[in-house]
């Protein structure tokens, strides 16, 4: 049901406040009423009424006159139509309350407000407009792709900042300059003519377009014709893509497939070799010479194992399982036991190893496991890239806020073109002295990823002939 339109009578005079209400409830409305402009405007502010009449002069001459002026200089009744009287219109006995006038006045205050409400409409979608607008422009201003939008003509309508930087362009582009003002890259601009004209049922034209220069990104360009409500193509928006690092990848993994199958190959190939003999009696009867044909093959067989051990973990530390189960450990403690362990090795070459490790080293946050392959792996290099009667050192100590460990030795050292490289998979020294001793090249690559997965560090220094020096630092 239609709520009832409430009118508003202010005047001191109560007669025709009572006449007022008896003529106009009849027509449906409900009457509200008021003796002097400041129960008037109480009336406004606490009912807002739809509709006002109002005597011109009640006690004071300007009464209705400033009370009618207050309620049309506030921004929220505006809207409310006053229909003012004089007591000559009452006095003469004039009908001041006809149908026609109160409805004309209820009718446009119903336009008055519908106005409003479509102005207030209009100005949020504007405002919602212009909103939409600042984001969409924040987004394309902030893509990390490159964004190009040409006309029919092939000039340039946009281009963001991310299309400026992977097209090489340092200065502004204005708006319908050539798109070969922008870029001579003779690919590019065959794509998107391409684009122009593609044929039915294709949607998209895209092209890997190859570096030109050393340093120019690899980019992967999609371009799509823009249609208008008739269908006709009338530009073409082009998206540019900086691949370089997916390049970079796909020939890094190459790379390591390739080292991969190489390191496998020549171990099975040695082990295949040395069953021929046997199998094929090449070899003799000789007990002895079996045995070194067995004893090689099964030590090129752990080789092997290593190799894959070595690949297991970098797979692991890839996968982001580097720094796994991490508690607070006593490296003091740790590292002799892993010298210990290397006694048997260090005494097959007459390398002695001596400790420097305090006994009240400070505990560090680490994982065992992998911590023990570290310096595992550093002692164990010491010692096989040491002389006959050689000597390891294996010191600790605490800075401010890392524990220092070094691992030294006085073997054949490390040629300073290949100090750089150390600690690349699969890198090895090539050297007479280096041939005979077996290794993966991937020891010091993990040693490395596990240190720094500590939020640590590890150094070398080494000089050729005289011996290495390997240190790592832990935090605290």
Not at 200 to 228: F, H, I, T, W, Y
Not at 376 to 403: C, E, M, P, S
Request: charged residues 30%.
């Amino acid at each position: 049901m239609k709520p009832k339109a409430k009118i508003l009578v202010v005047d001191d005079d109560l007669d025709f406040i009572e006449i007022s209400k008896l003529s106009l409830e009849g027509q449906g409305y409900q009457i509200l009423s008021a003796f002097n402009a400041k129960e008037g405007w109480k009336m406004v502010e606490k009912q807002k009424p739809d509709l006002i009449i109002m005597d011109l002069m009640m006690e004071r001459l300007d009464s209705g006159m400033a009370l009618s002026q207050q309620i049309k200089g506030h921004p929220q009744y505006t809207a409310i139509p006053i229909l003012m009287l004089t007591s000559i219109a009452r006095d003469t006995g004039m009908d001041f309350t006809p149908r026609t006038r109160v409805t004309r006045g209820l009718e446009r205050r119903s336009l008055l407000l519908e106005a409003k409400k479509l102005r207030e409409e209009r100005e949020r979608n504007l405002l919602e407009l212009a909103n939409e607008k600042s984001r969409t422009q924040t987004i394309i201003h902030c893509m990390g792709d490159g964004l190009l939008v040409t006309n029919r003509d092939e000039q340039v309508v946009f281009c963001n900042p991310a299309g400026r930087r992977l097209l090489g362009v340092k200065r502004p582009i204005q708006v319908g300059e050539p798109i070969a003002h922008m870029t001579n890259d003779p690919e590019l601009l065959s794509l998107v003519e391409a684009a122009m004209n593609l044929k039915e049922g294709q949607e998209m034209a895209s092209k890997e377009l190859v570096a030109r220069m050393p340093n120019d990104p690899a980019l992967m360009a999609n371009c799509a014709p823009v249609k208008d409500e008739k269908n006709q193509t009338i530009g073409v928006v082009t998206v540019l893509r900086d691949i370089t690092e997916l390049k970079e990848l796909d020939k890094a993994k190459s790379t390591f497939v390739s080292m991969v199958a190489h390191e496998l190959r020549a171990p099975l190939a040695a082990i295949e070799g040395y069953l021929d003999v046997i199998l094929e009696g090449v070899g003799g009867d000789d007990p002895q010479k079996m045995h070194r044909i067995l004893e090689r093959s099964r030590e090129r067989t752990r080789g092997l194992l290593a190799l894959i051990n070595d690949l297991l973990a970098i797979s692991r530390m890839q996968a982001g399982r580097l720094a796994k189960e991490k508690e607070k450990l006593p490296l003091g403690i740790l590292l002799k036991e892993i010298a210990e362990l290397m006694k048997g090795e260090a005494l097959e070459k007459k390398v002695t190893i001596e400790m420097a490790v305090p006994d009240d080293l400070p505990l560090v946050q680490a994982n065992r496991e992998d911590v023990t392959r570290v310096f595992t792996n550093l002692l164990d290099n010491a010692i096989k890239y040491n002389h006959h009667g050689g000597r390891v050192f294996l010191r600790a100590g605490a800075d401010d806020a890392f524990v220092r460990v070094e691992v030294q030795d006085t073997g054949i050292g490390i040629p300073k073109k290949d100090v750089a490289h150390l600690f690349d998979e699969f890198y090895r020294v090539k050297s007479k002295e280096t041939r005979a001793i077996t290794g993966t090249g991937l020891g010091l690559s993990i040693a490395k990823k596990i240190v720094e997965g500590h939020n640590g560090h590890i150094e070398v220094e080494s000089r050729l002939h005289q011996g290495s020096t390997f240190r790592v630092l832990l935090p605290l």
